[in-house]
């Protein structure tokens, strides 16, 4: 039996995840997805990459900016901008209301995810259907039925609904509760890719991205190409807003939900010519709308059982890593 089964490899599970094994524990890592990281995700490209979920990290507090610090000194992440410019709901374009450093990776977001599990135990590609009581731990299922896990403690690092689906029936009504008061809005991302010949004309830019402010149909426009150490061909990241992706999010052809926001932008770039590639990636679950202010909730069960993520404190990539690391120090210091 391992000591610790962390159920999701995004930010909240991998720093938790670390932290435990670094602390001596023996921790197996789980998460349903082949690759690291949930929403800290990277779509490899021809020739390219884009970042089509988190789009840049920034800290708030000194517990993230010093683990900022550090991805910087191992040349993980670098300041990508300095200024968020925002495109108001009437169409105008507006410089950074503030300057502040804004990091990202030139290898892509998902290049610390990779370096945050470089040692861990990672099962990957297994869908966790269920958390069972048995004696002293805990048995995970997945719907492989070759699939066979159990642990003293156990940490589910997803998002609220996804917890519940592997939860619900070993929990208390409590903790069923406050699961279910987190509500998360949708997005959806589309990634374009334009031609070489259009790369000088990129390069004239004069912003790397904006913020989009009650927008019906925009949230965020990114010249994610900008963050590489020399691109060689543009590739923008546009993500709609909650209305707008609760709208297509069901749309039979996502091809077409992309070009609208295409669209969208068209005017704002008029130096770039038409992409040469356009991939849209949907977003069950992107940002927590009312989160706890609990860094995790703890289940009144027999055997330990806890929940974490961004939505436990904020809904950004410093709140899912707060969260992670809570847990952590929690199990830790109870041993
Ligand atoms: C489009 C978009 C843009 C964003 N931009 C920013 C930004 O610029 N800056 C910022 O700070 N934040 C941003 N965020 C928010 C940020 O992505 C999240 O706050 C953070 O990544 C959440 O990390 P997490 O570990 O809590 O959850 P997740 O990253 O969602 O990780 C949960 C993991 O659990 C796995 N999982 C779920 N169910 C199961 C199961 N049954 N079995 C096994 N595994 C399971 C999933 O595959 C996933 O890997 C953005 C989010 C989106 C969607």
């Not at 719907?143 to 997803?158: G, M, Q, R």
Request: charged share 15%.
């Amino acid at each position: 039996m391992v000591e610790v089964a962390v159920i999701g490899a995004g930010i909240a599970g991998l720093t938790c995840a670390q932290k435990l094994q670094q602390g001596g524990k023996s921790v197996v890592l789980i998460d349903k997805s082949r690759g690291l990281g949930g929403r800290l995700a990277t779509r490899r490209l021809a020739g390219t990459h884009a970042d089509h979920g988190v789009c840049y990290l920034q800290a708030k507090g000194d517990k993230f900016g010093h683990w900022i610090d550090e991805l910087v000194s191992t040349g993980i992440l670098r300041v990508w901008t300095t200024g968020i410019h925002r495109l108001a709901a009437d169409g105008s374009l507006q410089s950074p209301p503030k300057f502040a450093n804004y990091y990202a990776a030139p290898l892509g977001a998902n290049s610390i995810a990779k370096y945050l599990g470089r040692d861990l135990e990672i099962i990957g590609d297994k869908l966790i259907t269920s958390v069972d009581p048995i004696a002293h731990g805990w048995q995970l299922s997945s719907k492989d039925p070759e699939f066979s896990l159990t642990a003293t403690e156990v940490v589910i690092a997803t998002p609220p609904a996804q917890a519940l689906n592997i939860a619900r029936e070993s929990i208390d009504p409590t903790c069923i509760q406050q699961l279910s008061s987190v509500q998360f809005s949708r997005s959806i991302t589309a990634i374009a890719v334009y031609p070489t010949s259009d790369q000088t004309a990129a390069a004239a830019i004069p912003w790397q991205g904006i913020q989009c402010i009650d927008h019906p149909t925009l949230a965020w426009i990114g010249l994610d190409s900008s963050k590489q150490l020399n691109p060689t061909q543009p590739v923008l990241v546009i993500q709609s807003s909650a209305a707008f992706a609760e709208q297509y999010f069901d749309a039979p052809d996502l091809a077409v939900v992309g070009q609208k926001l295409i669209d969208e932008i068209a005017l704002l770039i008029p130096t770039l010519t038409t992409p040469e590639l356009v991939q849209v990636h949907r977003w069950g679950y992107a940002f927590a709308q009312a989160p706890l202010s609990d860094r995790f909730l703890t289940a009144q069960t027999a055997a330990p059982l806890y929940f974490c993520g961004d939505w436990c404190g904020g809904n950004r990539v410093e709140s899912a890593y707060l969260s992670g690391l809570a847990i952590a120090d929690r199990i830790l210091s109870n041993s």
